[in-house]
Nanobody, 126 residues
Framework: QVQLVESGGGLVQTGGSLRLSCAAS????????LGWFRQTPEKAREFVAA????????YYADSVKGRFTISRDNTKNTGYLQMNSLKPEDTAVYYC???????????????????WGLGTQVTVSS
């Protein structure tokens, strides 16, 4: 079973950038597909981005397409979410998720993932 720990969140001004990291341990990270989700107190958990186990295929929510980039370094057992041109509406707790089922497919829903980190807060000030 893989364990996930997010880091890299913080406070940034509108238009700024952050890179989130998702450190995996406990199992072979390269066997898991990867996803990033976010949640606010007002909204349900929202899909942000997904990558297959190899990282070759990726997919993004329309709201972040062109601004966010998901990537992974399986040699370092770490996934990443590069966030550029941040907006106040990007403010949320960001979670990484992983799952070993169908690792070559993209998971776009929270039920596609069985393993979750505890989240990292991202706050974008206007």
């Amino acid at each position: 079973q893989v364990q996930l720990v997010e880091s890299g969140g913080g406070l940034v001004q509108t238009g700024g950038s952050l890179r989130l990291s998702c450190a995996a341990s406990g199992d072979t990270f390269s066997s898991y597909k990867l996803g990033w989700f976010r949640q606010t107190p007002e909204k349900a958990r929202e899909f942000v981005a997904a990558a297959t186990s190899s990282g070759i295929s990726t997919y993004y929510a329309d709201s972040v397409k062109g601004r966010f980039t998901i990537s992974r370094d399986n040699t370092k057992n770490t996934g990443y979410l590069q966030m550029n041109s941040l907006k106040p509406e990007d403010t949320a707790v960001y979670y990484c998720a992983a799952d070993s089922r169908y690792p070559s497919l993209l998971g776009r829903n929270h039920w596609d993932y069985n393993h979750w980190g505890l989240g990292t807060q991202v706050t974008v000030s206007s």
